[in-house]
């Protein structure tokens, strides 16, 4: 299905397919038509399969940084190993970068606090969240693949088209 036209143009429909997919990743849930999460679902996987075989991939350096006051200090950095570094530009190429929002009831500083240090919350969420949660029902099952489920809702009223809610499991 991830080769279906979907009616439209490969540009408007590599656009389309690109922003349900990082809808899809950020959210966690996304109602559309059933042919389109059809090729969502193929996507999704594939990228999630990319961050799961490669999130545990770090490397530690130990680098020296001057502080506020002028001094050296050596402090140890996690950096992305060469897998992890191929799978995170992999799909940041694929995935349109997502902004965190500020909560209703959230202050400035709280919200600049929480998104400090954090320049694509979306690859973060990826391979902080989705990444250990797959990799330990991979292990814990031995079922890899499967992170999406596809929910039929029936006919759309105005042109009948299939409806279909796609989630993450």
Same mark, same amino acid.
């Given at each position: 299905m991830a080769n279906d036209k979907l009616g439209r143009p490969s540009k408007e429909r590599d656009a389309m397919l690109r922003g349900l997919v990082s809808d899809l990743l950020w959210y966690g849930k996304v109602e559309t *038509?059933? #042919?389109? #999460?059809? *090729?969502? *679902?193929?996507? #999704?996987?594939?990228?999630? @399969?990319?961050a799961i075989n490669s999130y545990k991939d770090t490397v530690t350096v130990s %680098?020296?940084?001057k502080d506020d006051k !002028?001094? %050296?200090? %050596? @402090?140890d950095v996690v950096n992305d190993g060469p897998k %992890?570094?191929? #799978?995170?530009?992999k799909i940041m190429s694929y995935v349109y970068d997502r902004q965190e929002q500020r909560g209703a009831k959230e202050s400035k500083a709280a919200f600049d606090a929480r998104i400090e240090g954090i320049n694509h919350p979306l690859l973060e969420k990826i391979f902080n969240v989705y990444a250990p949660k797959y990799a330990e029902r991979k292990e814990k099952? !031995?079922?890899g693949g499967g992170y999406t489920r596809i929910i039929k809702l029936g006919a759309r009223r105005g042109d009948a088209s299939q409806m279909a809610i796609i989630e993450l499991i």
């Open positions: *038509s059933l #042919a389109k #999460a059809k *090729s969502v *679902s193929s996507i #999704a996987e594939k990228l999630l @399969t990319a %680098k020296e940084i !002028g001094v %050296k200090v %050596k @402090t %992890k570094l191929a #799978a995170r530009r099952l !031995g079922q």
